[in-house]
């Protein structure tokens, strides 16, 4: 029992680094409502992107700590990493293109590339810290 409780916990643990709203949500949020652009329909339309990764990050809250449960590889967690560094990286990008079609400035391919490294870093970290001693 004391396995299964210790990849609870930690799957719960990963549900909390996952957070909640997609780096496109928050690139909407962060839009200035008052500038002129915002109303365009280019602009508006782009915040679509912000429901379809909202979703996405709500099928990894779940996913991942389920796909990290069950799995007892190195193979799948290799799997779940490069998903998830796949979905963040699309995230990312949609979120520059949403703050740049909204007149904002465009992030960098490098600053993009980083965090989602660093991100992946974190879950490969996280992922290999053992609970109870095992």
Same mark, same amino acid.
């Given at each position: ?13 990963? #549900?909390? #680094? ?23 329909? =280019?602009? +508006? +339309? ?5 429901? %379809?990764?909202?979703?996405? +990050? ?22 779940? #990493? ?15 293109? =949403?703050?740049? =079609? ?14 989602? %490294?660093?991100?992946?870093?974190? +879950? ?11």
């Amino acid at each position: 029992w004391g396995f299964l409780i210790d990849r609870i916990v930690f799957g719960v643990f990963l #549900l909390f #680094l996952t957070g909640c709203a997609s780096q496109t949500r928050h690139a909407v949020n962060s839009l200035d409502r008052q500038n002129p652009v915002y109303q365009s329909e =280019v602009c +508006q +339309q782009s915040f679509q992107l912000a429901d %379809f990764h909202d979703q996405l +990050q709500k099928t990894r809250m779940v996913g991942t700590p389920l796909v990290f449960l069950a799995s007892s590889g190195t193979g799948a967690l290799l799997a779940m #990493l490069a998903a998830n560094m796949g979905l963040d990286t699309l995230d990312r990008l949609d979120a520059s293109h =949403v703050v740049v =079609v909204c007149d904002g400035p465009e992030t960098l391919s490098f600053n993009i590339w980083e965090k989602v %490294f660093l991100g992946a870093g974190l +879950q490969l970290f996280t992922n290999g810290i053992k609970f109870g001693g095992n």
